[in-house]
């Protein structure tokens, strides 16, 4: 586990304290709110639950946790923002969302280049992956852990897809652009990035016919509702950061920083230790459901994707940078 927040800065501020100064002894008395646009049974929610459970209990109920799953607080077009301005002291977002703020957050949506859930963990968690958190600091947002949710697998409304030429034409929904668009374009799709709060209806009304995501948020959302197939891939990923801002962080004294501290890390351990689990489980739903034909892609197969992606695979690697990708391809 690392925390890259800054400490250590003597400027008081007020953020979301609701008593106590920095400078006082003892744990303040805050409330913190915790944001993010997934459903209930994912392993974010279940992280963020973990930080909830163990901050309040470590600080006697002294810091009260709110945790609002499903876009009820914000959602992806205003997150970050409202992260910055320190109405929302952590948000998780999908790395891919966060390509804007920096291209290091392509990694995860570069094709194949994680076997596990551990690699991509190993990834952020050594140099070069806190280097592109550190990136953040100039917004005065803190990148604190990588969550994994995991790999991504592709459903569509139209038809099976097991080789790339089965894209062309299609329309499909992604969480960022850069990488995930360069993506679509080279196997002949377009792609639109939509909010996740808003892509149950995009599929449902046909404004896409598909889009690409975990198990686990597939099937808490219901997405199997309203697309016929389901191609098991794993060519990109769903990893998050788990971000805070400064304002926030810088008003906390030592004593209330080691308790929140507590609980990003045991958050970040359960949100890592139950990924997989969530996401096996999820699988088994959507074939028992059966509402989509599920394809999942012999090796051959992934290895023409591999193939077809190749060019965006060496333009990335360039944007992002060759020495971050062959760190990221050692894990
Ligand atoms: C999506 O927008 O499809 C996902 O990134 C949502 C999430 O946070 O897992």
Same mark, same amino acid.
């Given at each position: 586990?690392?925390?890259?927040?800054?400490?250590?800065?003597?400027?008081?501020?007020?953020?979301?304290?609701?008593?106590?100064?920095?400078?006082?002894?003892?744990?303040?008395?805050?409330?913190?709110?915790?944001?993010?646009?997934?459903?209930?049974?994912?392993?974010?929610?279940?992280?963020?639950?973990?930080?909830?459970?163990?901050?309040?209990?470590?600080?006697?109920?002294?810091?009260?946790?709110?945790?609002?799953?499903?876009?009820?607080?914000?959602?992806?077009?205003?997150?970050?923002?409202?992260?910055?301005?320190?109405?929302?002291?952590?948000?998780?977002?999908?790395?891919?969302?966060?390509?804007?703020?920096?291209?290091?957050?392509?990694?995860?949506?570069?094709?194949?280049?994680?076997?596990?859930?551990?690699?991509?963990?190993?990834?952020?968690?050594?140099?070069?992956?806190?280097?592109?958190?550190?990136?953040?600091?100039?917004?005065?947002?803190?990148?604190?852990?990588?969550?994994?949710?995991?790999?991504?697998?592709?459903?569509?409304?139209?038809?099976?897809?097991?080789?790339?030429?089965?894209?062309?034409?299609?329309?499909?929904?992604?969480?960022?652009?850069?990488?995930?668009?360069?993506?679509?374009?080279?196997?002949?799709?377009?792609?639109?990035?939509?909010?996740?709060?808003? /892509?149950?209806?995009?599929?449902?009304? @046909?404004? %896409?016919?598909?889009? &690409?995501?975990?198990?686990?948020? =597939? $099937?808490?959302? #219901?997405?199997?509702?309203?697309?016929?197939?389901?191609?098991?891939?794993?060519?990109?990923?769903?990893?998050?950061?788990?971000?805070?801002?400064?304002?926030?962080?810088?008003?906390?004294?030592?004593?209330?920083?080691?308790?929140?501290?507590?609980?990003?890390?045991?958050?970040?351990?359960?949100?890592?230790?139950?990924?997989?689990?969530?996401?096996?489980?999820? /699988?088994?739903?959507?074939?028992?459901? @059966?509402? %989509?034909?599920?394809? &999942?892609?012999?090796?051959?197969? =992934? $290895?023409?994707? #591999?193939?077809?992606?190749?060019?965006?695979?060496?333009?990335?690697?360039?944007?992002?940078?060759?020495?971050?990708?062959?760190?990221?391809?050692?894990?």
């Amino acid at each position: 586990m690392f925390a890259l927040a800054a400490c250590g800065n003597s400027e008081k501020t007020e953020g979301s304290s609701s008593g106590g100064g920095a400078e006082s002894d003892g744990i303040q008395e805050i409330t913190i709110k915790i944001s993010h646009v997934v459903a209930e049974n994912t392993p974010k929610h279940q992280g963020a639950l973990k930080m909830k459970e163990v901050i309040e209990e470590e600080s006697g109920g002294k810091i009260k946790v709110q945790v609002y799953p499903n876009s009820s607080l914000f959602g992806d077009k205003d997150e970050y923002q409202n992260l910055v301005a320190d109405n929302v002291q952590f948000i998780l977002p999908d790395m891919s969302k966060l390509v804007g703020n920096d291209p290091g957050f392509n990694i995860p949506a570069m094709p194949f280049l994680f076997e596990t859930d551990e690699a991509a963990n190993a990834f952020w968690d050594g140099e070069k992956g806190k280097e592109i958190f550190q990136r953040l600091e100039k917004d005065g947002v803190l990148g604190q852990a990588m969550w994994p949710n995991g790999a991504k697998h592709m459903t569509n409304d139209k038809k099976p897809i097991t080789k790339p030429e089965d894209l062309k034409g299609m329309k499909i929904r992604t969480q960022g652009g850069q990488l995930l668009e360069a993506l679509y374009d080279e196997l002949g799709a377009g792609s639109a990035s939509i909010p996740f709060g808003e /892509l149950y209806t995009a599929l449902q009304q @046909g404004t %896409v016919d598909g889009q &690409e995501n975990t198990f686990s948020n =597939i $099937e808490s959302k #219901k997405f199997d509702e309203v697309q016929k197939y389901m191609t098991i891939m794993g060519h990109t990923r769903v990893d998050y950061a788990l971000l805070t801002n400064t304002k926030f962080w810088d008003s906390l004294n030592e004593e209330t920083k080691a308790v929140v501290q507590k609980g990003v890390d045991e958050g970040t351990k359960l949100a890592r230790e139950s990924a997989k689990q969530l996401n096996d489980d999820a /699988l088994a739903k959507l074939k028992e459901n @059966g509402q %989509v034909e599920i394809n &999942e892609l012999s090796d051959a197969e =992934i $290895e023409a994707f #591999k193939k077809a992606l190749a060019p965006v695979y060496d333009e990335y690697a360039e944007v992002i940078g060759k020495d971050i990708i062959e760190d990221a391809e050692s894990k």
